[in-house]
């Protein structure tokens, strides 16, 4: 089934292929990755198309899928992949984490690592609690890829969110200097502030000496900006 799909997927990306789009996503990429040019509706839609009639794959049909995507060099590969693993996720082993490992710390950007991190690695460490133990490992990867995903991971928890683990994983990074995690403990304390707003702001604030200004910034953000359209 995985080469029959990924047959079916070189036939439809080449066919909605545009060279001059392509030149630009690869420059806002920052010359990192190849592309066809397909713009994401239309990413999207090929992805309905070419799974819709396909049974949910086995845990060694997704895995292989996903690595064939990984291999090719344009970009909208990936982008299915983490798709596909995101409508895939549910049930799955906690085995599967080692593979997402491997798409995380290869061709990495923020683009698929957090696509990754908030719906399939966040999926799998909710029907796996032992993976708990996986995040508090890449919490001090000296990959900080790893350690961006160990701190979104729970970025759809809401409620279920463990704020403890969260609020220890931005201290044991608030003096990083590596922008992508300042970036994400800011953005992962914004989607907190949603649901314990209180709890937000008393760790911003009793922290302020060691997050980074960024992150301050990012984790007050919806606050402040909620209180604006209040007044």
Known sequence: MSSGLIAELDKAFTAQADPARAVGARAYM?????????????????????????ARP??????????????RPQREWQYFACGYLRSNVRGRRAGLLQTVETLIISKSWWDTVDTLASHTVGGLVTE????????????????FWLARTAILHQLGYKKR??????????????????FFIRKSIGWALREYSK???????????????????????EALKWLERRALQIV
């Not at 010359?31 to 396909?54: H, M, N």
């Not at 796996?128 to 990959?143: G, P, Q, R, Y």
């Not at 707003?197 to 911003?204: D, L, M, P, S």
Request: charged share 35%; hydrophobic share 40%.
């Open 161 to 178: 969110t463990d704020a403890d683990r969260l609020f220890a994983y931005c201290s044991r990074r608030a003096d990083d200097r590596e």
């Open 30 to 54: 920052r010359d990192q990755f190849e592309f066809y040019g397909i713009r994401s509706p239309a990413l999207a839609a090929i992805a309905r198309t070419v799974t819709a009639k396909r």
């Open 128 to 143: 796996h609690a032992a993976l708990v133990a996986t995040m508090d490992e890449w919490i001090d990867s000296d990959n």
């Open 195 to 217: 649901t314990d707003e209180k709890a937000v702001r008393r760790f911003v604030r009793t922290n302020a000496n060691t997050l980074s200004p960024l992150s301050q910034r």
């Open 58 to 71: 086995t845990d060694r049909e997704l895995v292989a899928t996903v690595r064939a995507c990984w291999r």
